[in-house]
């Protein structure tokens, strides 16, 4: 009985710094990662060459009628998709066609009725 608990007692003894090596070793990792996520997010996320670049400069509009009608095309008859109250602001294209800049796919503004923003190229 001795013989087992003494033979019990030294595998404690030996297992015991190997499991705290893990534990330290699993946590140092772990910091490890953290830190380096959070200083990929600081530099902007990934360095994916195909994502489309943020600028500051970019088409960004307001719109300046009480309301404005989002068409789904560039036509005074299509349909309408949505609605603008005055003075809100939208990401958009360079594309003008018939009087109308294109927001996005299938989402079209009368031009007369929106106007850049400083300092944005539209």
């Not at 299509?78 to 003008?96: H, S, T, W």
């Not at 989402?107 to 106007?115: A, G, H, L, Q, T």
Request: aromatic share 4%.
């Amino acid at each position: 009985m001795v013989t087992k608990l003494w033979a019990r007692a030294r595998e404690v003894i030996v297992l015991a710094p190997k499991r705290t090596l893990i534990v330290v070793a699993v946590l140092v990792g772990v910091v490890i990662l953290y830190v380096l996520g959070s200083d990929k997010q600081r530099q902007g996320g990934t360095n994916n060459a195909n994502a489309p670049a943020a600028s500051s400069s970019a088409c960004r509009v307001a719109v300046t009628a009480d309301i404005l009608n989002v068409r789904q095309a560039p036509d005074a008859k299509a349909q309408i998709v949505g609605k603008f109250q005055r003075n809100a602001e939208a990401d958009a294209e360079k594309l003008v066609q018939n009087g109308f800049r294109k927001l996005s796919e299938n989402r079209w503004v009368s031009n007369d009725y929106i106007k850049p923003l400083q300092g944005r190229d539209c």
